[in-house]
């Protein structure tokens, strides 16, 4: 267990520190994610602010400093003020918590690259996160905005949907690591893997191997929970303009804009954390002297950029889903997932607790992982054939049933509908063939349109057998 008892001085220098690396790392992120876009879609990207456009997020930064900064009248003026600094101040203060790198000695003082570490570090950073969303939904109902409105709703409803599936994916760390300190899960994972009959070998048990569902599971909350593509219906700028941050402009916007690239990076730490060794080096290079110190902040950072490279990548890639889709992944397949997946990992533990699996050691054994492993797939198909396979029947019926319900009519709701697979147009069949002649005055439409499009039709026919 990791102590802090650090001079006052050492802990500001640690402060300053984190905030230095995440305003450096958001920098680094808005250029680095126009640069990969700008690749995967054939284009140049930033090239004028700074050797290669590096310094495109600073310029952006104070264009944004320097715009003019207006409220709507019919906003709350107080709300809508304290929205922004609800969703600054949390994302600035996950970090702290997060081991950034061994103990090292800084200024003659021998120290650990962590601010702070508490009993319950991960619930607590996963509090701090749900009060960003309080922020974003404060922002929308203040604006005075339907559009601002409904990108609020759509965050608490995707906060509520998602934090449940990303808090049951911490459990099964917790099972293993036997603490919910950052620390010691970092540590925990630092332990060699071992064979059967207690043979060792030197490889760190990372989690996200050993728990993979629910490293997986983590990795898609968590790009909902920061609201990026093709997660990102609070802001929905094709249906919602901009959703909860539409009246928002100047520093005001640039605190969402700064708070969403940190969040990028908060989760990112996170998983690192909880799944990819901490600030550990990777293989082979696990027990050297790169396995230690200064170098663990390097090890960490570069697993951060994976990450943010990841939420570039389905930015680029992805189409932002329906807000129904959206949702029936949360509620129908990652929660429901994540209970089974969590009840076999405990069901696994409580044997190997109660004197299971004799002869394997308990950290990092193989046949624990392959029997959850086993009742995880078990309990994935026994959901796909009883939830997923009912709903797909029940969905069948209802897309046949209009099938029973007489002649489709584009117009009857007073503008045109195209038809679903298996209607037709029976009107439209002829004069697409250029037999027929009909007025669709009484339908809505202008007179005389059909008859046109029919009339053209002939004499394109005639111009073709000439």
């Known amino acids: 267990?990791?102590?802090?008892?650090?001079?006052?001085?050492?802990?500001?220098?640690?402060?300053?520190?984190?905030?230095?690396?995440?305003?450096?790392?958001?920098?680094?992120?808005?250029?680095?994610?126009r640069k990969v876009v700008a690749k995967m879609q054939h284009r140049v990207g930033p090239n004028m602010n700074g050797p290669f456009g590096s310094l495109q997020s600073l310029a952006d930064g104070m264009k944004l400093m320097t715009k003019e900064d207006f409220r709507?009248?019919?906003?709350?003026k107080f709300v809508f003020n304290l929205a922004p600094y609800l969703v600054a101040i949390p994302a600035f203060s996950i970090l702290a918590m997060i081991p950034l790198g061994g103990e090292v000695t800084m200024f003659g003082v021998r120290t650990t690259l962590q601010l702070t570490d508490l009993p319950v570090s991960v619930l607590v950073m996963l509090a701090l996160a749900s009060v960003g969303i309080y922020g974003i939904?404060?922002?929308?109902?203040?604006?005075?905005?339907?559009?601002?409105?409904?990108?609020?709703?759509?965050?608490?409803?995707?906060?509520?949907?998602?934090?449940?599936?990303?808090?049951l994916s911490f459990v099964t760390v917790f099972m293993?690591?036997?603490?919910?300190?950052?620390?010691?899960?970092?540590?925990?994972?630092?332990?060699?893997?071992?064979?059967?009959?207690?043979?060792?070998?030197?490889?760190?048990?990372w989690y996200w191997a050993m728990l993979l569902p629910s490293f997986v599971i983590y990795v898609i909350?968590?790009?909902?929970?920061?609201?990026?593509?093709?997660?990102?219906?609070?802001?929905?700028?094709s249906e919602l303009v901009g959703g909860f941050h539409t009246e928002y402009s100047g520093f005001r916007f640039a605190m969402f804009f700064l708070a969403e690239y940190i969040n990028m990076v908060n989760v990112s730490a996170?998983?690192?954390?909880?799944?990819?060794?901490?600030?550990?080096?990777?293989?082979?290079?696990?027990?050297?002297?790169?396995?230690?110190?200064?170098?663990?902040?390097?090890?960490?950072?570069?697993?951060?950029?994976?990450?943010?490279?990841?939420?570039?990548?389905?930015?680029?890639?992805?189409?932002?889903?329906?807000?129904?889709?959206?949702?029936?992944?949360?509620?129908?397949?990652l929660i429901?997932?994540?209970?089974?997946?969590?009840?076999?990992?405990?069901?696994?533990?409580?044997i190997v607790n109660s004197g299971g699996f004799a002869g394997l050691t308990l950290t990092g054994a193989m046949a624990p992982v392959a029997w959850s492993f086993g009742l995880?797939?078990?309990?994935?198909?026994?959901?796909?054939?009883?939830?997923?396979?009912?709903?797909?029947?029940?969905?069948?019926?209802?897309?046949?049933?209009?099938?029973?319900?007489?002649?489709?009519?584009?117009?009857?709701?007073?503008?045109?509908?195209?038809?679903?697979?298996?209607?037709?147009?029976?009107?439209?069949?002829?004069?697409?063939?250029?037999?027929?002649?009909?007025?669709?005055?009484?339908?809505?439409?202008?007179?005389g349109a059909t008859s046109a499009t029919a009339d053209t039709t002939r004499e394109r026919e005639k111009g073709t057998d000439s």
């Open 1 to 33: 267990m990791t102590t802090f008892s650090d001079p006052w001085w050492i802990t500001c220098i640690k402060a300053v520190g984190v905030l230095v690396f995440l305003l450096l790392f958001t920098l680094f992120n808005i250029v680095f994610e």
């Open 72 to 76: 709507p009248v019919n906003a709350e």
């Open 137 to 167: 939904v404060l922002a929308g109902w203040s604006s005075g905005s339907t559009y601002s409105l409904l990108g609020g709703l759509r965050s608490s409803a995707q906060m509520i949907s998602y934090e449940i599936a990303m808090g």
């Open 176 to 205: 293993y690591a036997g603490s919910m300190r950052t620390s010691d899960i970092v540590a925990a994972q630092a332990q060699p893997l071992s064979l059967f009959g207690g043979a060792q070998i030197p490889l760190q048990g």
């Open 221 to 237: 909350s968590m790009v909902g929970e920061t609201n990026r593509a093709p997660f990102d219906l609070p802001e929905a700028e």
């Open 270 to 333: 996170i998983a690192t954390t909880l799944f990819l060794g901490g600030w550990r080096a990777p293989w082979p290079l696990q027990g050297t002297f790169l396995d230690a110190g200064w170098w663990g902040l390097l090890w960490f950072t570069l697993k951060v950029v994976v990450f943010i490279f990841f939420f570039i990548w389905l930015r680029g890639t992805l189409p932002r889903m329906r807000y129904d889709q959206f949702m029936a992944l949360g509620w129908k397949v």
């Open 336 to 350: 429901p997932i994540s209970l089974l997946w969590l009840l076999a990992v405990a069901i696994v533990r409580t």
């Open 376 to 447: 995880f797939v078990i309990t994935v198909v026994t959901w796909w054939l009883v939830v997923a396979n009912r709903d797909d029947v029940e969905g069948d019926e209802d897309d046949d049933a209009y099938l029973d319900e007489g002649p489709f009519d584009p117009y009857a709701g007073g503008y045109p509908i195209p038809p679903r697979e298996g209607q037709t147009l029976p009107e439209m069949a002829g004069v697409l063939e250029g037999e027929v002649d009909v007025d669709v005055t009484e339908r809505g439409g202008p007179a």
